[in-house]
């Protein structure tokens, strides 16, 4: 069973910047592709940014284009996320997602294994 674990997230000025990262492990060389996604409470869970192919091919959403940077190591089933220029609407509990299949997107039905999620806090 695939495990995947979050670790990186904590609280900064808005301006600032946080390095999520995310490993997976009890793989079988079954991941592909791997995104980030955020959930404040009363809200539904969104993404962020995904990337396949060992991070030949990423995708972001609008809200965070030129401020996050997603990056795939395949061969060691990581994924992080530099986030940069961060602002008070970016707090949230952010999670990673894998899937071995070949969706470069951020509809979180498309991902089979989910990471427990790190806080991420920006204060104004």
């Known amino acids: 069973q695939v495990q995947l674990v979050e670790s990186g997230g904590g609280s900064v000025q808005a301006g600032g910047s946080l390095r999520l990262s995310c490993a997976a492990s009890?793989?079988?060389?079954?991941?592909?592709?791997m995104g980030w996604f955020r959930q404040v409470p009363g809200k539904e869970r969104e993404g962020v940014a995904a990337?396949?192919?060992?991070?030949?091919?990423?995708y972001y959403v609008g809200s965070v284009k030129g401020r996050f940077t997603i990056s795939q190591d395949s061969a060691k089933a990581t994924v992080t996320l530099q986030m940069n220029s961060l602002k008070p609407e970016d707090t949230a509990m952010y999670y990673c997602?894998?899937?071995?299949?070949?969706?470069?997107?951020?509809?979180?039905?498309?991902?089979?294994?989910w990471g427990q999620g790190t806080q991420v806090t920006v204060s104004s």
């Open positions: 009890g793989y079988d060389y079954s991941i592909n592709c």
């Open positions: 990337t396949c192919s060992g991070g030949y091919r990423t």
């Open positions: 997602a894998a899937d071995p299949g070949d969706y470069l997107g951020t509809s979180p039905q498309a991902y089979k294994y």
